[in-house]
């Protein structure tokens, strides 16, 4: 302590260090006035939770009474062996990819289509991103009510093809697909319109020059205009990357997880196997995995994608 | 000093207003799923508060799955209710483990207690004290599409043995009709098979004792024999298509649409299959029938035992004895037989199945009456954990993805972890 501040002063004496500028220009008023409040409430509600979350996995409880019964790391263990959990993280693979390599190329396109101002485009846009204000449930009742083989669509268009009604949600070959299909037709209105605000900022005159250059409509998207809104595209794969690892309340009412638990999300399998069971230790270590997923993918695909391509 | 008067006498004036310091108990209860079950509620208030002005009743409502997430936390804090709606069983005993329960052996008139079928007060008694009081019962049993039954040329009445019951189906569907509709996606209604031929093969003392860990547990002989037969209902493919996406009450539809000749169901179906049927009437009454649960030959089961629900009311532990003065009040036998005769529920009060009406509820109401042990669902009595994962093993023998003995296992590893 002593030897920083006989190391310091010289410096500071030549030009104001931050803290001493920040000392005359009442910026460490406002600092020591504004910073609490916000650290208070940031620990309270996100740094605290996730500290006592991961307390908590390693003890066994049933929510009732006081946490004693440490177990170690039992739960973990469990969760290792817990065939369920495997299919769980697997279908999240799945959505993640399916967000990426579906979802986003298919926004793209019809941003593509639909960023230029006309009335028409205006129609669309809005047609194409209504799915997205849509409430999750509502969106899994909707859809179950679609793929429903005895009263619901499904069994009307069976009804007039004349075939065996066909009941899809609960097929365990088909019913993950299924619930794919509708965070893909969900999720991409949202997308798109991402992509659009980015095309619209792209230069006119660059499209222009390029067109005078004679560069056909597709190169001009692949020279120009995706290069130009490499930025949205980044951050719209981040977006879809956490989204897909969080997706929860469009598999409840559509599937609630079955048939025979395949259709889980880890948020699901959380839910089902922590708080409905009432083992919350176990849900806590679920939802410590999946933190540091979440975490995890995140900050390697922002070293990955963002940090070297620049800017986001 | 005058204007320290004017206030005294303000004050008390104020404080008079009041009536002599109400005492409010509070009720959380599930929400009915008829209208008629909130009436019943209202009047039952409404009555009780005319008798004890100075008590008043705050009853609020819950849908089931929000009430069973938020009450350990609401247990646990100072916003607890005073009553909350219980559905008996292993969750139950974790509550008065953890302490959050009134015994209330000494603020119920004895008198009022021998009103109640000895089955429903020991349901809501452990440790030898009494936490609450039973409100009515649920019996599952078997049943069937007269018009559906007679097509296929099968008398369900001469069905008495699981064999018989296999071989019906066999015929249904042979006649080109689906034998039975369930709500597979619900899970727990397939739980019924399975819990209910265990309660055939092993008994209730067998079950019983399984759940403590006797005789290999949840894993036992008895429970993969359970399984086995179950194994061979699912092997004839009995069930509706689709029956893993369908929930309870779109399978009461389709029973009461005549999708199906038999539904193993709770007496709610009743009401539920015309309810939920797509023209609002279901199967007439005429053509509804039931027949108890076929009996396993060799098991250690008392061919008259039933299996079904306990429901009552919980006292928490800051109460006043004015919560078991209302819990007795709820349940005279006035108020029973009003609820009997709206068809409600089957009253666990004796003497209340004089209001039935409904021809069928009245023999379930004796089925109860003559069955020497009452087996509580066995989601229910295993509580959350094992509960969920018995009817996870009963919906993959459904879809036939594990064995027999890997659903006991699949069972008994969750109860070891309790």
Known sequence: ?312 | MKKYATIAVLAATVLASFPAFAETVKVLSIEPNVKEGRDFYAAAIEKFEKANPDIKIQFDYLDDTSFKSKLPTLLQSDARPDIFFTWTGGVFHEQADAGVLRDISGDVDPKALDTFAPGGIKALTYQDKLYGLPMYAGVVVLFYNKELTDKAGVDPKSIKTWDDFLAAVKTVKEAGITPIVVGGKSKWPLQHYYGYLATRIAGTDGIAAAAAGENDGLAGPDFVKAGEEFKRLADLQPFQPGFMDTDNSKAGGLFGDGRGAFILSGNYMIGAQKRNSTSGTGISDENLGFIPFPVVEGGKGDPADTFGGINGWLVSKNATPAAAKFLESLMDLDNQTTSASMDLWLPIVKGADAGIKNANIKAIANLLAAAPHHQLYLDQELGANVGAAMNDASAQLATGDISPEEAAQMVEEANEMR
């Not at chain 1, 940031?42 to 500290?51: H, K, Q």
């Not at chain 1, 986003?104 to 209504?130: D, E, G, Q, W």
């Not at chain 1, 991402?194 to 692949?222: H, N, R």
């Not at chain 1, 999300?265 to 849900?283: D, E, H, K, P, W």
Request: charged share 10%.
């Open chain 1, 1 to 312: 302590m002593t030897l920083t501040t006989q190391a310091r002063p010289p410096a500071a004496r030549r030009r104001p260090s931050g803290f001493a500028r920040m000392r005359t220009d009442g910026s460490l008023t406002a600092l020591i006035l504004f910073l609490p409040p916000a650290v208070l409430l940031f620990t309270l509600f996100v740094i605290w939770p996730i500290f006592s979350a991961m307390d908590l996995s390693f003890y066994k409880w049933n929510g009732y009474g006081d946490v004693t019964n440490f177990v170690g790391l039992r739960n973990y263990e469990i969760l290792v062996k817990n065939s369920i959990f495997h299919q769980s993280l697997f279908n999240s693979l799945k959505l993640l990819l399916a967000s990426i390599f579906l979802q986003i190329p298919l926004a793209l396109v019809l941003a593509l289509l639909l960023y230029r101002k006309t009335s028409a485009n205006t129609a669309f846009r809005l047609i194409f991103f209504a799915p997205y204000i849509l409430a999750e449930i509502a969106t899994g009742l909707i859809w179950s009510f679609i793929f429903d083989g005895d009263y619901g669509i499904s069994a009307m268009v069976a009804n007039k093809l004349g075939t065996e009604p066909f009941y899809i949600l609960a097929d365990k070959q088909w019913a993950f697909w299924t619930i794919i299909i509708v965070v893909v037709w969900k999720y991409f209105g949202y997308h798109m319109m991402i992509f659009i605000a980015a095309l619209q900022a792209v230069p006119s005159d660059l499209v222009e020059a390029a067109e005078i250059d004679g560069a056909s409509s597709l190169k001009t998207i692949w020279y120009v205009k995706l290069p130009m809104i490499m930025h949205a595209v980044k951050l719209s794969v981040l977006f879809a990357i956490t989204g897909a690892l969080q997706v929860f309340d469009i598999i409840i009412p559509l599937t609630n997880g079955g048939p025979s638990n395949s259709t889980h999300s880890i948020v699901s399998f959380l839910y089902t196997f922590g708080l409905a069971r009432m083992n919350v230790g176990f849900g806590a270590a679920v939802g410590v995995v999946l933190f540091a997923l979440c975490v995890g993918t995140a900050f390697t695909y922002k070293r990955m994608a963002i940090d070297k391509g620049g800017q986001l």
